[in-house]
T-cell receptor, first 120, second 111 residues
Framework: GAVVSQHPSWVICKSGTSVKIECRSLDFQATTMFWYRQFPKQSLMLMATSNEGSKATYEQGVEKDKFLINHASLTLSTLTVTSAHPEDSSFYIC????????????????FGPGTRLLVL | GQQVMQIPQYQHVQEGEDFTTYCNSSTTLSNIQWYKQRPGGHPVFLIQLVKSGEVKKQKRLTFQFGEAKKNSSLHITATQTTDVGTYFCAGDWGGYQKVTFGTGTKLQVIP
């Protein structure tokens, strides 16, 4: 099946530093990757959608200068949280969707294991 | 933006009892997906429903998509402790691969 990896799995950083999170599709080419944030006991909230080779599309209320997304190849997308603050502490999850037919004829999102970010 | 309402928010059941979670959209969906997230884990894709009135089964799980493609349900028969987790529906109204997640239903199974 489709496997998506995410690195690191958890990170603790000081306020003001930047943190980069990698999302990789291991056994398929991801035409689109998504970045979500999930606060405790809440639903997944889409932050942005990225397509390989083009600029990411950010959801309303998500600062593109703070959450930098780079989708350099069909298997790798990165999210950089710049100048992190304690309120950025959250669970960040990426997902990737591949070519048609990967899940019975319809594109499906496959999620990475997530990255827990704690900003002190 | 588009929203998907999901109920109930929490459900505690005795092991062996059935469980159902419901999702509703005010507008017609292109398709709906269901995910399960174990405590401390990440969402895992369960199934996607596309056709009006579609019913799909996975062992003890039954997924339904309404005739109007505005609502969906997930029913678990004879719950087991391994069913514990949060079940999310995710609605897709078309456009390019963008889905909106419901608020999730957290299932607790009491042994």
């Amino acid at each position: 099946g489709a496997v998506v990896s995410q690195h690191p799995s958890w990170v603790i950083c000081k306020s003001g530093t930047s943190v980069k999170i990698e999302c990789r599709s291991l056994d398929f080419q991801a035409t689109t990757m998504f970045w979500y944030r999930q606060f405790p006991k809440q639903s997944l909230m889409l932050m942005a959608t990225s397509n390989e080779g083009s600029k990411a599309t950010y959801e309303q209320g998500v600062e593109k200068d703070k959450f930098l997304i780079n989708h350099a190849s069909l298997t790798l997308s990165t999210l950089t949280v710049t100048s992190a603050h304690p309120e950025d502490s959250s669970f960040y999850i990426c997902s990737a969707s591949g070519p048609m037919g990967l899940a019975g004829g319809q594109e499906t999102q496959y999620f990475g294991p997530g990255t827990r970010l704690l900003v002190l | 933006g588009q929203q998907v309402m999901q109920i109930p928010q929490y459900q505690h059941v005795q092991e062996g009892e059935d469980f159902t979670t419901y999702c509703n959209s005010s507008t017609t969906l292109s398709n709906i997906q269901w995910y399960k997230q174990r405590p401390g884990g990440h969402p895992v894709f369960l199934i996607q429903l596309v056709k009006s009135g579609e019913v799909k089964k996975q062992k003890r799980l039954t997924f339904q998509f309404g005739e109007a493609k505005k609502n969906s349900s997930l029913h678990i028969t004879a719950t087991q402790t391994t069913d514990v987790g949060t079940y999310f529906c995710a609605g897709d109204w078309g456009g390019y691969q963008k889905v909106t997640f419901g608020t999730g239903t957290k299932l607790q199974v009491i042994p």
